[in-house]
């Protein structure tokens, strides 16, 4: 079904947007990261061709990418231009109003026994976490899929193999990738050979274990010798719930790929029990086989990452400071980042070079939430969501009420954790506390009790210098354990030869780090003293 794009005069495009006052032409909503309303993208495209597969049709393509529509082209990228159409960010006013009206309990109680697209909440549900990439690139990763008989129910490729973080070499060995079948990933990788990594998610891990190892036995360690049954026994119960094999050749591109349970990816994308994928999901990464259990789940995981960082920031803030904190949560507490064996300046690298990226994830999610929004005029310009220079600036209700309905929003097992830690700070007797968490339990069938926080949140909230201590305390022992464990589970699952490898590069990474901030500082340092030699 071939698409092409209409183009639509101002007038009429503000009252498809908006809506008109005394006509029928229905207001087309933002709701958490999607358009709330097929009508906007009917008003762009027209069908070339009568038929064609629904946004949510199941097969192999379209649960690929969402529904690639007979395109070619990810669904994404008609609903970056369609947002493109007209100034994503409403007034203060319209934004709170249509918040207030929206109100779903989708975030609150996700159901996650869904098992087909139709049962989201609707049809554009999360298609704001698909990025658009390009599209031989793209196809070349997908096609790395088409190699693993085993059955991959869900599944992403992220890091820096997929998307830039800088603008420095890898010191990576470039003859791996060089050779690919697709020219277009050392192409799309500036010629530098960058270990690409991904993440599968399957639904049996012993079965699929045992499937894989019959066709790829060179793919794992000497673990793989003991049986599926042990593998997966090391998967599920050592560390994050991950099994990675690392540098594996497929279709001649170099690649790491981690295989997970579907379950224990859900479970950490809702509740933030370990944060291990979660925190990757948090950041721009790629989608080539989607799953609507999952895409469910990741959208209250990325919710959730929002209001995390809201709490963190102070009442006005930029782009770049709320990218920078969602995308630090991933690393507070991971012990490599205290070791020389990642580049300090990770987190700010992966934000500069991917703006336009997590604008995608995060401004229409930011739209929907009552107590922040954009305040800057350079929003109403319809090109900025792809300018990476634009660092717009937002504002947020430092109300205690509005900021303990955040606190009592948090994924149950972060917020239990937090919990226990006011509870401690404020002396709250143990009776006291046990029965005010069963009146705010998640079991409780009161929906509005359930959604606003009570005086304990309000009084959580309330305390700004001591939240941001210790929601950071929270994250750091939440992501200790797991990421400290996942990688001593690394040593074996590689193997020894792969991983000491992959330690050398990742401090080799580390060194180029801090030769790129000692060349900065340089240049900043000549700067300075060149203005000075100036002014005298």
Known sequence: MALRRIWIPGPLRSQLIHGS???????????????????????????????????????????????????????????????????????????????????????????????????????????????????????????????????????????????????????????????????????????????????????????????????????YSGLGSLGSAFVSRVQDRWGAGVYFNPYITVNGTLLKYGVVNLDTLCKDLSEWDTLYLAGRLQKPVKILRDDPRVRLANQVNLLSALRTALLLLPPSFTETELYNTIASISYMGDPRMSFPTENQNKVANIVTNQLPNFRRLYAPLIENLPNVYFNDPRCSDPSWADDPTTDALLVQDMDPVKRGNMVRRLPKSFRQKLYFQYQSKFQIPQLEFDKMLEESSDEDSTRIKRSQGGRFEQRVAGDQAGLVREVKGVIRRTIGWPSTSQSIKGLFTGGFARTWRYLSEKLQKYKDGRANVSKETGKKKSGSKDEKSKDE
């Open 21 to 219: 006052a005394g006509r029928s032409a229905p207001a087309i909503e933002w709701q958490y990261g999607v358009l709330n309303s097929s009508a906007l993208g009917r008003s762009f495209y027209a069908s070339g061709a009568s038929g064609g597969s629904s946004p949510q049709s199941t097969n192999e393509d379209s649960h690929s990418d969402h529904s690639k529509n007979n395109t070619g082209s990810s669904p994404s990228s008609s609903s970056s231009q369609a947002s493109q159409s007209s100034s994503p960010v409403p007034s203060q006013r319209q934004r709170s109003s249509r918040a207030s009206s929206q109100l779903t309990d989708w975030d609150e109680d996700p159901n996650l026994n869904i098992d087909a697209f139709s049962q989201l909440p609707h049809s554009n549900f999360g298609v704001n976490q698909h990025m658009v990439i390009n599209d031989e690139f793209k196809e070349a990763l997908r096609q790395v899929l088409w190699q693993f008989r085993a059955p991959i129910r869900y599944a992403f490729a992220y890091g820096s193999g997929v998307f830039a973080q800088n603008n420095t070499s890898s010191s990576s060995s470039s003859s791996d990738v060089r050779s690919s079948t697709s020219p277009s990933v050392p192409k799309v990788q500036g010629g530098n050979g960058k270990m690409i990594d991904f993440i599968f998610g399957v639904s049996y891990t012993q079965h699929w274990h045992s499937l894989n190892l019959q066709q790829h036995r060179n793919h």
